[in-house]
């Protein structure tokens, strides 16, 4: 069956750095795009960006660009998400998501970012 | 970017009721649309891709229908499981944009 393994929840202070990791099971790791998507705490679902993990092709959303990175390893079939100059804003949970239109979704991962 | 305005933003509804939610794009997307239920600590659940194609398993009193900018989810007799909040999608374009959502709470 498959599965999205993230990486457990992370504090981290204002202008730090934090990397997120997804680990797929369950089906061929380079045949589904894989989806960067956050929510902070009572918010709303904000799509930040997606990963061929074919090719290792990326596009971001405009607002993190300069901020985020997506890589993917392939020989453990995980993909990465990290986002630099965290701000208090940035806290939040954190979701990989299977697949152009998401169908499987990661448990999460919440980043707390604070002084 | 294509925005996504959804409204309402929230809305009562009771047991029953048929609910209708609905979903504009901020240019054209064709049927690149998917809408998604989302409980309070759960992750999302997709329902509709396609504009109007239901995802196996979801009961059919869910639908979606709308193409180009204007599209609309309805739960036709609503039950105690659907008091969630939904979300559209649209994937036509990237940046993949969400729309605000929509809480769905009992009257």
């Known amino acids: 069956q498959v599965q999205l393994v993230q990486s457990g929840a992370e504090v981290k202070k204002p202008g730090a750095s934090v990397k997120v990791s997804c680990k797929a099971s369950g089906y061929t790791f380079t045949r589904y795009f894989m989806n960067w998507v956050r929510q902070a705490p009572g918010q709303g679902l904000e799509w930040m960006g997606i990963i061929n993990p074919g090719g290792g092709g990326t596009s971001y959303a405009q607002k993190f660009q300069g901020r985020v990175t997506m890589t993917r390893d392939t020989s453990t079939s995980t993909v990465y998400v990290e986002l630099s100059s965290l701000r208090s804003e940035d806290t939040a949970f954190y979701y990989c998501?299977?697949?152009?239109?998401?169908?499987?979704w990661g448990q999460g991962t919440l980043v707390t970012v604070s002084s | 970017d294509i925005q996504m305005t959804q409204s309402p933003s929230a809305m009562s509804a009771s047991v029953g009721d048929r609910v209708t939610i609905t979903c504009r794009a901020s240019q054209g997307i064709s049927d690149s649309l998917a809408w998604f239920q989302q409980k309070p600590g759960k992750v999302p659940k997709r329902l509709i891709y396609a504009a109007s194609s239901l995802q196996s398993g979801v009961p059919s009193r869910f639908s979606g229908s709308g193409s180009g900018t204007e599209f609309t989810l309805t739960i036709s007799s609503l039950q105690p499981e659907d008091f969630a909040t939904y979300y559209c999608l649209q994937y036509n374009t990237y940046p993949h944009t969400f729309g605000g959502g929509t809480k769905v709470e009992i009257k």
């Open positions: 998501a299977r697949d152009l239109i998401p169908d499987y």
